[in-house]
């Protein structure tokens, strides 16, 4: 078992899914001395199985895979009703493209995911989107998996205790990507982490990790010293050499026209932070709240946006603190950063 009061860095790599999450940056970051966490969202069960082999492979033992946990499907026909409007929209608006199907009730790959990671047994296993199944969880742990869930409120980390978590995800609004909100028609609170770290704090006993808005070495000494017992980053790893980040993407991040982060359902109809682009000015105030449905829909036309190379056609998932993020080796941008923290 891996603890996080073990790690030499207490620093985790976010896991970042839709591509800038790899194999090889989930090695950099845990040879480095923190904990990088692997993806599984979008992906087959066989290709998990494959990147928890291929970091095992590299010699590392301390990481993590992250799963997210499906919301219960609206079938009411005004649901039905609201995906085909928005993708009437989508179809206006991109005369030479073709949105995604309309689909209510998505194929569900988590079981299968869920007993690919059980079997291959990772040291840590978190969850973001709600609450595993308490049956999960106790298989997790006889295979000596770790379990963290991701939480938002105090509230949700007294439920994620409960479930038999054996650490807590605190994520604030600053974060980048999705709001880690239990129910995908949520309103995510806009409480600023160190509150809500605090709240958490005095809420469960179990080890915390805090995340959000991380952008220097100060920002992870003042998460640590408010009850953090490691802190996560994401944002801060894009540019770095081992991450999959489109070249668009890249190109956002570092391009002062994008000095904007904004909350938004446009791209897959849950909440999730990243760069004001047009798509989220045209979109944001009509996409319903449905996910993964509204991310089935704008999947091929923002996959072609990439190819394009057009930043204001992808989803640039991004924290507050994304000003500072840098290219380079992840090793050295989790060294510097712990380096920062502790001088």
């Known amino acids: 078992m891996t603890r996080l009061d073990e790690l030499d860095i207490p620093l985790i790599g976010a896991p970042m899914a839709g591509g800038p999450t790899t194999d090889a940056l989930v090695i950099a970051v845990s040879r480095a001395g923190a904990l990088g966490m692997l993806a599984t969202a979008y992906r087959p069960p066989e290709a998990t199985t494959a990147s928890i082999a291929a970091v095992r492979d590299a010699g590392v033992s301390a990481f993590g895979v992250n799963l997210f946990v499906p919301d219960e499907p609206d079938l009411t026909a005004g649901a039905h009703d609201a995906l085909v409007a928005y993708r009437e929209l989508l179809q206006q608006n991109h005369p030479g493209g073709e949105p995604g199907p309309v689909e209510v009730e998505p194929h569900d790959d ?60 605190v994520q ?41 808005g991380v952008a220097q070495g100060s920002d992870v000494r003042r998460l640590l010293d408010g009850g953090a017992t490691a802190v996560g980053v994401g944002t801060l790893l894009l540019l770095a050499d081992e991450a999959g980040t489109s070249d668009a993407y890249r190109a956002a991040l570092t391009d002062p026209a994008f000095d904007e982060t904004v909350l938004t359902r446009a791209f897959s109809g849950r909440v999730a932070r990243g760069l004001r682009n047009r798509f989220h000015d045209t979109y944001a105030s009509d996409a319903p709240a449905m996910f993964p449905a509204v991310n089935t829909l704008t999947g091929p036309l923002r996959r072609a946006a990439t190819a394009a190379g057009d930043p204001h056609g992808v989803s640039l998932w991004a924290g507050t603190g994304h000003r500072a993020v840098r290219p380079g080796p992840a090793a050295d941008i989790i060294t510097e950063l712990w380096s920062q923290a502790t001088s």
Do not use: N, Q
Not at 175 to 187: D, K, N, P, Q
Not at 194 to 205: K, Q
């Open 110 to 169: 988590y079981p299968a995911i869920l007993a690919a990671v059980t079997e291959a047994a990772p040291p840590w296993v978190s969850f973001t989107f709600g609450l595993p199944d308490a049956r999960d969880v106790e298989a997790l742990h006889r295979r000596g998996s770790s379990v963290m869930i991701t939480v938002t409120t105090a509230a949700d980390a007294r439920a994620a205790e409960e479930r038999g978590a054996d650490a807590v995800w």
């Open 172 to 212: 604030g609004p600053e974060a980048g990507g999705h709001r880690s909100t239990f129910s995908v028609a949520e309103t995510p609170s806009d409480t600023p982490l160190d509150t809500v770290l605090a709240e958490v704090r005095d809420s469960t006993p179990l080890p915390l990790v805090a995340s959000g």
